[in-house]
């Protein structure tokens, strides 16, 4: 949800003011069942098509996911700098300067996500996630990313973490609830069961297991607030049309050979 560089508090801070009116979801996210530990820590070799992406001159971090052999889905508002972008993984660390966007990367920006990529393979079909097509309230997300573990001081930014939630609501965004004043409210941000997003976890993957248990990729990292005591998590929706749109296109232009596209 936020880029750790300053102008990730910025998103924080007008977002917070926008959502005090999705007051719906929260009442009814509170019933999921009580945390039962915090978000994992975990090596960067799992969940492999999750990686870290540092901005231009090491300006700030940002979460992504190999979409494709040669594609890197991430939010705009990660990309708006030029220069070169390096994506670190668990098979390799790479280098590309190739980027488009969908939105302009601001805030209340539903169409926030561009792709990074490159003119031939760098990951492997293991290490690439596919989109899932659908996405309803009440469906269970894994969200992975290389975000902060504490809201306040933004300290851990730059170590993958992995927790689950439940959309509570869907809007122009895909809206996860995570307590905040609870004490065992961090890592990726929260508890296992109710992760949310902090800094630097801006472009990273909230995604569907299937029945085989193979993740599917149904939104991206934008923005958060708050509202009472719960944090909100926006996850752009990557099952809308335009979202959909937007990746067919750059698919055939820019010879990403994203599957199932």
Do not use: W
């Not at 929260?26 to 901005?55: C, F, R």
């Not at 067919?248 to 199932?260: E, K, S, Y």
Request: hydrophobic share 35%; aromatic share 10%; net charge negative.
């Amino acid at each position: 949800m936020f880029q750790h560089v300053s102008r990730a508090m910025h998103f924080y801070a007008l977002v917070a003011v926008i959502l005090v009116g999705c007051g719906q979801g929260s009442n009814q996210n509170h019933s999921l069942p009580s945390p039962y530990g915090l978000a994992a820590i975990v090596n960067d070799s799992e969940y492999p098509s999750v990686v870290k992406v540092i901005l231009p001159q090491g300006r700030g971090l940002c979460s992504g996911t190999f979409i494709s052999s040669r594609a890197v889905l991430t939010a705009a508002h990660c990309v708006l700098e030029n220069g070169a972008y390096t994506i670190v993984t668990s098979f390799g660390t790479f280098t590309t300067y190739y980027k488009t966007s969908f939105g302009p990367g601001t805030v209340n920006d539903p169409n926030d996500i561009a792709l990074l990529y490159f003119s031939y393979d760098v990951a492997r079909a293991e290490h690439v996630m596919s989109l899932g097509e659908r996405v309803v309230t009440g469906d269970s997300v894994r969200i992975i990313g290389y975000g902060c573990n504490d809201i306040d001081t933004r300290r851990g930014s730059g170590v993958k973490r992995t927790g689950i939630n439940t959309v509570s609501q869907i809007s122009n965004y895909l809206e996860l609830i995570t307590p905040y004043q609870d004490p065992t409210s961090r890592a990726i941000l929260g508890p296992e069961n109710r992760a949310g997003s902090c800094f630097g976890d801006s472009g990273g993957p909230a995604a569907l297991s299937d029945s085989a248990g193979n993740l599917l990729l149904v939104g991206v990292s934008h923005a958060g607030g708050t509202y009472q005591d719960s944090l909100i998590s926006e996850y752009i929706d990557l099952t809308r049309s335009d979202s959909q749109s937007f990746l067919f296109q750059a698919n055939q232009v820019f010879d990403l050979r994203i599957p199932g596209l």
